[in-house]
């Protein structure tokens, strides 16, 4: 954890200048789904997210199983749970991390979908390990978000 929250964005978003990218933000405090929430709040596009491809770390897993989570969490989830729908297939316990207010992650870049996979690559072959395409960007979905 402690190198994941040291590692800077800097190389990742190098790597991204060599792509048209469409959105990008940083998952900080408004967690995974607060941030995509700011990027299609009013748009008439929405995210279908897969839960499966999200990369979290095993141990957020563990501690949430507990009911370890941040009053932030609450907070996002009671300011955009109206935004989001979950499948009846997501675990509830992940439901909830996607609402947990990182301090230090990652990009969410936004890329066509031809561009996708080989931005991965570079991410990957540029040292982000954890780098997944977790979504697309669908026109059904109006300023909300859905999770699968």
């Given amino acids: 954890v402690t190198q994941l929250m040291a590692t800077t964005n800097q190389r990742a978003a190098e790597l ?7 959105a990008c933000t940083d998952i900080t405090g408004f967690g995974l789904l607060g941030h995509i929430a700011e990027m299609v709040e009013g748009e008439q596009i929405g995210i279908k997210l897969s839960s ?3 990369p979290v770390l095993p141990e957020a897993i563990e501690f949430a199983s507990m009911g370890f989570f941040p009053e932030g969490a609450y907070k996002n989830k009671d300011f955009r749970s109206c935004m989001v729908e979950f499948s009846p297939s ?4 992940l439901a909830d991390l996607l609402f947990d207010p990182q301090t230090s992650g990652g990009l969410l870049i936004s890329v066509a979908k031809p561009h996708a996979q080989a931005l991965l690559r570079d991410l990957k072959q540029g040292g982000i390990t954890h780098a997944a395409i977790v979504g697309e960007v669908v026109g ?7 999770v699968i």
């Fill in 16 to 22: 991204m200048k060599g792509y048209e990218v469409h």
């Fill in 52 to 54: 499966k491809h999200i």
């Fill in 90 to 93: 997501v675990d509830s316990v």
């Fill in 140 to 146: 059904t979905l109006q300023g909300k978000i859905r």
